[in-house]
């Protein structure tokens, strides 16, 4: 009976290994599956990120990542930089400078899929903002963005406020980009 209950716990322990290890193998396969799709994908994610705890609103002052008021309007005027709405969507129907998406930093997942296949160029200028000087969500879209792989991002400090308060061009309704 001992005997028994010795090649029944050995047999269980066998199938316990090999099972094991047919996990480990389609985990394996499973993730050079996906780094092989992220690798040929035209706007692939970086597989190696740097993440930091720094607080958001300093990048822009110390990364020399803002833009001024004149760097924002000659790049609007030329057509030089994607523009992004930090804002709620709300927000951005009401007013935005004309061809922004809106990319609205917390709900950015609903968002996303939209914005990498109009902006599928991770090294184009992309220029965020939101309300204003009091405003981070710019600085903090910016920084995602930066994470997400896009190497040339900035922040329009004045944002929408500054903007409006000079009277540059506005648009207001849905579309994205337009």
Known sequence: MMKEDAESSHAGIRGLTIALAQASGLLIL???VALLFNHVRPNGL???????NAPQQNMAASGGMSVTLQEAISLYKKGGAV?????GPEAYRAGHIPGAFNLPFGREDDFLEHFFKAVPDTKALIVTYCDGNGCTLGEELAGMLKGLGYENVRVFEGGWAQWQKHKYPVKSGEKDGS
Do not use: L, M, Q, Y
């Open 83 to 87: 523009f992004v709405d930090a804002r």
């Open 30 to 32: 499973s993730a050079a």
């Open 46 to 52: 970086p597989v190696i990120t740097t993440v930091t």
